[in-house]
């Protein structure tokens, strides 16, 4: 399995944007692709933002977040990012990143995730 360490999560207002942050030290991912995915009490985790192993490649939304949202990495720096602007109420969640058990393939569902990091808390007020 592979470490991931997310950070940024925080209480904001709505409006506001919200930087998290996913690194995997010790390991390189520049063959995985890696997304992000997000949970409230009593519903499944769901899907929020997918990106291809190469910066430059593909990325993927779910409806409730594009043009809002924006997946980024740094290979270099074993990170993967998600840049939330325009945030709503209904993004409070537990942020989640995951990675997948193979190389060369991008998870745009929980099923498709081998490893988890241990979730940030993202707060949305009013």
């Known amino acids: 399995q592979v470490q991931l360490v997310e950070s940024g999560g925080g209480l904001v207002q709505a409006g506001d944007s919200l930087r998290l942050s996913c690194a995997a030290p010790g390991r390189t991912f520049s063959t995985y692709g890696m997304g992000w995915f997000r949970q409230v009490p009593g519903k499944a985790r769901e899907f929020v933002a997918s990106?291809?192993?190469?910066?430059?490649?593909?990325?993927y939304y779910a409806d409730s977040v594009k043009g809002r949202f924006i997946i980024s990495r740094d290979n270099a720096k074993n990170t993967v990012y998600l840049q939330m602007n325009s945030l709503k109420l209904e993004d409070t969640a537990v942020y989640y990143c995951?990675?997948?058990?193979?190389?060369?393939?991008?998870?745009?569902?929980?099923?498709?995730?081998?490893?988890w990091g241990q979730g940030t808390q993202v707060t949305v007020s009013s």
């Open positions: 995951g990675a997948p058990r193979a190389s060369n393939v991008i998870p745009r569902s929980p099923l498709m995730v081998g490893s």
């Open positions: 990106i291809s192993w190469t910066s430059g490649g593909s990325k």
